[in-house]
């Protein structure tokens, strides 16, 4: 069964800060890996994906994961953190299909808070 | 292009009764899943529909059902509502087993 795991429910980082966000997975095919963001009161917005081409993965407002399947691990960063980052980030694992539905397991979600 | 839509937006109902939240998929998208959402939570998959048929459900119960429409458009219909069904339902469209890319979501809150 596939799973996933937000390391951090809250992390805060000050304005011009490296961005962090931790996200493992559990997966017994090839899995596909996203990062979705939501802000308050709205749906789910895509930031990257992962669908097994190059590691190092670029998304939209400068964020960036690289996937490491030794480490089972899809982390997402940013190098230099921006008030309107602050928002509810997602990781999800698909299993890209070979179930037939390609269904999302999301993670707990991690709620990024931007000091200025 | 338009994007995924929901609606309505927000929604109140009574323990017992039933409710109807509507979704339109992204133009060019035949694939329809949906999500519940409980506060403070990740999304939970509920089921999806490919091209007007059931294609996978999560873990809920049977008075959670669906349709899709010959649009790609889709309902979830959920009876017998439950305190614990209070949530935001996401709706979420692709092309078969690709991105999903989701709509702003239906509040539903039952007292």
């Known amino acids: 069964a596939q799973s996933v795991t937000q390391l951090g429910s809250h992390v805060s980082v000050s304005e011009g800060a490296l961005v962090l966000l931790r996200c493992n997975y559990s997966?017994?095919?090839?899995?596909?890996l996203f990062w979705y963001v939501q802000y308050p009161n709205q749906g789910l917005q895509l930031l990257l994906k992962?669908?097994?081409?190059?590691?190092l993965v670029k998304g939209i407002n400068g964020f960036e994961a690289e996937f490491k399947k030794s480490e089972t691990s899809f982390h997402l960063t940013k190098p230099s953190a921006h008030m309107s980052d602050a928002a509810e980030y997602f990781c999800a694992v698909s299993d890209g299909g070979s179930s037939n539905t390609g269904k999302l397991i999301f993670g707990q979600g991690t709620t990024l808070q931007v000091k200025p | 292009e338009t994007g995924v839509t929901q609606s309505p937006t927000h929604l109140i109902k009574t323990r017992g009764q039933q409710v109807t939240l509507r979704c339109s998929s992204q133009?060019?998208?035949?694939?329809v899943s949906w999500y519940q959402q409980a506060l403070g939570q990740g999304p939970q998959f509920i089921f999806q529909?490919?091209?007007?048929?059931?294609?996978g459900r999560g873990n809920f119960p049977p008075r959670f059902s669906g349709l899709q429409f010959p649009n790609y458009s889709s309902e979830l219909n959920v009876n017998a509502l439950e305190l614990d069904d209070s949530a935001l339902y996401l709706c979420?469209?692709?092309?078969?087993?690709?991105?999903?890319?989701f709509g702003p979501g239906t509040r539903l809150l039952v007292l």
């Open positions: 133009s060019g998208h035949n694939t």
């Open positions: 997966s017994s095919v090839p899995p596909y």
């Open positions: 992962y669908t097994s081409a190059a590691t």
């Open positions: 979420a469209s692709s092309t078969g087993m690709e991105t999903q890319y």
């Open positions: 529909y490919y091209r007007e048929e059931e294609n």
